[in-house]
């Protein structure tokens, strides 16, 4: 069993910056590969950037390539995402999960969620 609280939300304008972390309880941490979703009002959730278990190979959706990065910090149970240059479309309540098993961007082979945390870009 993994339990993941995410922090780290809250309101930026438009070009700024957010660190999304993802604390996870639990002995085994290092065992899981980790995602971040994101998730609009009236739309589907959809994958942003994952990564491995050791933090050697990452994963990321077109839209937040080259502006966001995941990392992870096996020793501290805490996986992050950087956020930069963040656009109005970023607006969404972002999740962390966590993944034994492989396909990182299918939503349906995360076994375990956070509860969320509200990222809003707005001037």
């Known amino acids: 069993q993994v339990q993941l609280v995410e922090s780290g939300g809250g309101l930026v304008q438009p070009g700024g910056s957010l660190r999304l972390s993802c604390v996870a309880s639990g002995r085994f941490f290092s065992s899981y590969a980790m995602g971040w979703f994101r998730q609009a009002p009236g739309k589907e959730r959809e994958f942003v950037a994952a990564?491995?278990?050791?933090?050697?190979?990452?994963l990321y959706a077109k839209s937040v390539k080259g502006r966001f990065t995941i990392s992870r910090d096996n020793a501290k149970n805490t996986v992050y995402l950087q956020m930069n240059s963040l656009k109005p479309e970023d607006t969404a309540v972002y999740y962390c999960?966590?993944?034994?098993?492989?396909?990182?961007?299918?939503?349906?082979?995360?076994?375990?969620w956070g509860q969320g945390t509200q990222v809003t870009v707005s001037s």
């Open positions: 990564i491995n278990w050791s933090g050697g190979s990452t």
């Open positions: 999960a966590a993944r034994l098993t492989s396909e990182p961007s299918r939503v349906g082979r995360y076994a375990y």
